[in-house]
T-cell receptor
Framework: DAKTTQPPSMDCAEGRAANLPCNHSTISGNEYVYWYRQIHSQGPQYIIHGLKNNETNEMASLIITEDRKSSTLILPHATLRDTAVYYCIVNRGFTDSWGKLQFGAGTQVVVTP | NAGVMQNPRHLVRRRGQEARLRCSPVKGHSHVYWYRQLPEEGLKFMVYLQKENIIDESGMPKERFSAEFPKEGPSILRIQQVVRGDSAAYFC??????????????FGDGTRLSIL
């Protein structure tokens, strides 16, 4: 699976949009981009994933560049409860032997009042 | 993290004892994954199981650790003769079966294992 690069930390003001970048320049055509977050002492929480097209759900939006070498997770209106470590992971999907998620260090996001 | 149930949430063992961690996947999910998070470190994959089969155990320590996912009942991660270095948070995740390959893994809230 392709590696990802994320900034180690970022701050965001409450109520503003948080834009979290991720580089995955070696991504291959059949690999998805997944985003998870881990709020202190809890299990990782799935946020969103995509292949080529931009995606949106009730939690966030995912913008994938046309060449698929980078993506941005957007939290439209950050709240204090969004303070967490955010992980960008590239994976071929969970069939047969492609099971493992490779977590990097992620981005520590701190939302401030 | 609704759906994946792990128990116990906290487990204390003395060195040399056995630890058994249980994971009930989301209803209908046939794939289970175990991850370990050592203090101040990232999540590391341990093992991937389907019903009654181990698919990938490349992240499992070679000794003392074993995992199973029987036809009936929860998945079990078993650690024999625990040592202080086994103290960590152990997370279980599940996903649907083959044919839904892009569906995400959903995680439980983990078992915090402390070795005295």
């Amino acid at each position: 699976d392709a590696k990802t690069t994320q900034p180690p930390s970022m701050d965001c003001a409450e109520g503003r949009a948080a834009n979290l970048p991720c580089n995955h320049s070696t991504i291959s055509g059949n690999e998805y981009v997944y985003w998870y977050r881990q709020i202190h002492s809890q299990g990782p929480q799935y946020i969103i994933h995509g292949l080529k097209n931009n995606e949106t759900n009730e939690m966030a939006s995912l913008i994938i560049t046309e060449d698929r070498k980078s993506s941005t997770l957007i939290l439209p209106h950050a709240t204090l409860r969004d303070t967490a470590v955010y992980y960008c992971i590239v994976n071929r999907g969970f069939t047969d032997s492609w099971g493992k998620l490779q977590f990097g260090a992620g981005t520590q996001v701190v939302v401030t009042p | 993290n609704a759906g994946v149930m792990q128990n116990p949430r906290h487990l204390v063992r003395r060195r040399g004892q056995e630890a058994r961690l249980r994971c009930s996947p989301v209803k209908g999910h046939s794939h289970v994954y175990w991850y370990r998070q050592l203090p101040e470190e990232g999540l590391k994959f341990m093992v991937y199981l389907q019903k009654e089969n181990i698919i990938d155990e490349s992240g499992m320590p070679k000794e003392r650790f074993s995992a199973e996912f029987p036809k009936e009942g929860p998945s079990i991660l078993r650690i024999q003769q625990v040592v202080r270095g086994d103290s960590a948070a152990y997370f279980c995740a599940s996903s649907p079966g083959t044919g839904l390959g892009n569906q995400p893994q959903h995680f439980g809230d983990g078992t915090r294992l402390s070795i005295l």
